[in-house]
């Protein structure tokens, strides 16, 4: 069992940057691969990025290739998605997940992850 909870969002304006942050309760952190996703009002949930267990692997979306990164310190249970040069349209309630992999998968497929947080609102403001 795994318990997520995002924090790190806020109001900034277009070509500003923040850094979300995914606390995960457990002892066997470094057992999961880990996923951020997003949600825009009347929008389906969508992949932003994934790593995998030991954070040699990641792989993102298209639409913030470049301008996102996301990272892990398996010591402080945490994962990172630092968030730069941000557009109005990254406007979003943003999620992080998890799904155990013991062999340095990752996913970008939301129904591979059995694990969510509760979601940290991001707004850019043109």
């Known amino acids: 069992q795994v318990q997520l909870v995002e924090s790190g969002g806020g109001l900034v304006q277009a070509g500003g940057s923040l850094r979300l942050f995914c606390a995960a309760s457990g002892r066997t952190f470094s057992r999961y691969a880990m996923g951020w996703f997003r949600q825009a009002p009347g929008k389906e949930r969508e992949f932003v990025a994934a790593i995998n267990w030991s954070g040699g692997s990641t792989y993102y979306a298209d639409s913030v290739k470049g301008r996102f990164t996301i990272s892990r310190d398996n010591a402080k249970n945490t994962v990172y998605l630092q968030m730069n040069s941000l557009k109005p349209e990254d406007t979003a309630v943003y999620y992080c997940?998890?799904?155990?992999?013991?062999?340095?998968?990752?996913?970008?497929?939301?129904?591979?992850?059995?694990?969510w947080g509760q979601g940290t609102q991001v707004t850019v403001s043109s």
């Open positions: 997940a998890a799904v155990s992999s013991d062999y340095g998968f990752l996913f970008a497929d939301a129904h591979e992850y059995d694990y």
